[in-house]
């Protein structure tokens, strides 16, 4: 069966960072283009960024940009979101999901979710 599983979520105070990793399993993530959405509580669910299955390029929130990198090693069926200078308004939980070859911003256009990892960013 198809799953995406998110790992390395915590408490950080704030500029600190996080390494948060999505891992898959059940199919192979090459062509497919893995995005990283974030949702607080009331809130609705965004975009953090996307990094595509065609050409491997990124795309980043204008909130994040400069601050967040995102990377796939296809070989360990992996991709990674690295988050530096955290900011209170980082606090969410954060999914990746996979959708074939391009990103997308509406993420009711994903295939495949994982079940979310909890970032929290405060003093």
């Known amino acids: 069966q198809a799953q995406l599983v998110e790992s390395g979520g915590g408490l950080v105070q704030p500029g600190g960072s996080l390494r948060l990793s999505c891992a898959a399993s059940g199919f192979g993530l090459d062509n497919y283009a893995i995005g990283w959405f974030r949702q607080a509580p009331g809130k609705e669910r965004d975009g953090v960024s996307c990094?595509?299955?065609?050409?491997?390029?990124?795309i980043y929130a204008e909130s994040v940009k400069g601050r967040f990198t995102i990377s796939r090693d296809n070989m360990k069926n992996m991709v990674y979101l690295q988050m530096n200078s955290l900011k209170p308004e980082d606090t969410a939980t954060y999914y990746c999901a996979a959708i074939l070859y391009t990103c997308s911003s509406n993420w009711d256009r994903y295939d495949y979710w994982g079940q979310g990892t909890q970032v929290t960013v405060s003093s």
């Open positions: 990094i595509s299955g065609t050409d491997g390029s990124p």
